[in-house]
T-cell receptor, first 114, second 112 residues
Framework: DQQVKQNSPSLSVQEGRISILNCDYT??????FLWYKKYPAEGPTFLIS?????DKNEDGRFTVFLNKSAKHLSLHIVPSQPGDSAVYFC?????????????FGKGTKLSVKP | KAGVTQTPRYLIKTRGQQVTLSCSPI?????VSWYQQTPGQGLQFLFE???????NKGNFPGRFSGRQFSNSRSEMNVSTLELGDSALYLC???????????FGPGTRLTVL
């Protein structure tokens, strides 16, 4: 049973436009959400995170939105650049002790076309 | 600061053998977590160590084990390898406080 779902395995966007990557979760105990970017043959690289007490967090071209009632978060990349082409993973961690256990979605492959 | 390092980067083993993978966390990070990435299952949590103690464990068989040393370096061991153990094994470290985890480049294990 997947607790973190990324329903779009791939997304193609034109350079300069907005990329929107979506993620849904089922466990209401999750209180911290993260986005990672991964290139082939490399480990995931942290992009941006959001605590459950917030509904938006922005860092440069990257903005994460959290809708707790819908158990949904999204990552917006504006403007998209060809170097953003990678697999993006949504991850969540729960409260109550250890947060060393991240639950990952299966990823969305973003292709930004010049 | 140096990032998370993992050795070896690539490994080829045959069924039935055992393997040990090593991870050196970022200096000052006391939490080390291990993940398995496969095309079908994505990134799955194996276990987490903090101050030499296993703090959390994922849903993997007992053939998968790990440990952490006093300098926070960690090893994971897989015994009696199966073909399905072929995967990218990722190590991540984080500071004591909850937050993002920093991943190493991974060890690509191929079981023949």
């Amino acid at each position: 049973d997947q607790q973190v779902k990324q329903n779009s395995p791939s997304l193609s966007v034109q350079e300069g436009r907005i990329s929107i990557l979506n993620c849904d979760y089922t466990n209401s105990m999750f209180d911290y959400f993260l986005w990672y970017k991964k290139y082939p043959a490399e480990g995931p690289t942290f992009l941006i995170s959001i605590s459950s007490i917030k509904d938006k967090n922005e860092d440069g071209r990257f903005t994460v939105f959290l809708n707790k009632s819908a158990k949904h978060l999204s990552l917006h990349i504006v403007p998209s650049q060809p170097g953003d082409s990678a697999v993006y993973f949504c991850a969540a961690s729960g409260r109550g002790g250890s947060q060393g256990n991240l639950i990952f979605g299966k990823g969305t492959k973003l292709s930004v076309k010049p | 600061k140096a990032g998370v390092t993992q050795t070896p980067r690539y490994l080829i083993k045959t069924r039935g053998q055992q393997v040990t993978l090593s991870c050196s966390p970022i200096s000052g990070h006391r939490s080390v977590s291990w993940y398995q990435q496969t095309p079908g299952q994505g990134l799955q949590f194996l276990f987490e160590y903090f101050s030499e103690t296993q703090r959390n464990k994922g849903n993997f068989p007992g053939r998968f084990s790990g440990r952490q040393f006093s300098n926070s370096r960690s090893e994971m061991n897989v015994s009696t390898l199966e073909l399905g153990d072929s995967a990218l094994y990722l190590c991540a470290s984080s500071p004591q406080q909850p937050g993002e985890q920093f991943f190493g480049p991974g060890t690509r294990l191929t079981v023949l």
